[in-house]
């Protein structure tokens, strides 16, 4: 079965600086899909950065950039410029690439807080 | 844009009810899920769904059951309600590479 975990429980970044993230996995599978989740106050989970594990190249989405490092199933996000509105819980997130019948297995999250 | 809506926000039950929490999704989703998310422990798999009258357990089935009779709905249900069964319900949908997730229930046992 597939693992992930999140080593920080909590971490703050200042307004405007940059900040990361850690993610780690664990499977024995080759095609695989793994995801950032961002939950704000308001509970509801938003997508913020999806990776396809036979993409070398890191995604990328505006100010959110992943670290992918597939031999060492390590999967880190980087905040850049971060803003207040980027408080919240992020859930590292893993799925098969086969659809059929797979769920998503999610790590216990990081609770991010941004100082003005 | 992708919908999942569930039924409540919030709910307050007595222990020993007997509990539905319903989700609803507008994207003829195959996939549906019902998470328990609780402080610490992220997300954590209850059952999900692939198809019309298919389910499987997830990680922590203990206590509770699910239904889908229609493509779009899929009801989370607790038999008879514990206080250890208070927490944050998640419901999402998906399609391949993505879960979309309702807004979430927060139930309350006492």
């Known amino acids: 079965a597939q693992t992930v975990t999140q080593s920080q429980p909590e971490m703050s970044v200042q307004e405007a600086e940059t900040v990361t993230l850690s993610c780690t996995y664990d499977?024995?599978?080759?095609?695989?899909?793994l995801f950032w989740y961002k939950q704000p106050p308001s509970r509801q989970m938003i997508l913020v950065i999806r990776q396809e594990a036979y993409k070398q190249q890191n995604a990328t989405e505006n100010r959110f950039s992943v670290n992918f490092q597939k031999a060492a199933k390590s999967f880190s996000l980087k905040i850049s410029d971060s803003q207040l509105g980027d408080a919240a819980m992020y859930f590292c997130a893993y799925r098969s690439y086969d659809n059929y019948g797979q769920n998503f297995v999610f790590g216990p999250g990081t609770r991010l807080s941004v100082l003005p | 844009d992708v919908k999942v809506t569930q039924s409540s926000r919030y709910l307050v039950k007595r222990t020993g009810e007997k509990v539905f929490l319903e989700c609803v999704q507008d994207m003829d989703h195959e996939n549906m899920f019902w998470y328990r998310q609780d402080p610490g422990l992220g997300l954590r798999l209850i059952y999900f769904s692939y198809d019309v009258k298919m389910k499987e357990k997830g990680d922590i089935p203990e206590g509770y059951s699910v239904s889908r009779e229609k493509k779009e709905r899929f009801s989370l249900i607790l038999e008879s309600a514990s206080t250890n069964q208070t927490s944050m319900y998640l419901c999402?949908?998906?399609?391949?590479?993505?879960?979309?997730f309702g807004q979430g229930t927060r139930l309350t046992v006492v």
């Open positions: 999402a949908s998906s399609f391949y590479n993505e879960a979309f």
């Open positions: 499977t024995s599978e080759s095609d695989y899909y």
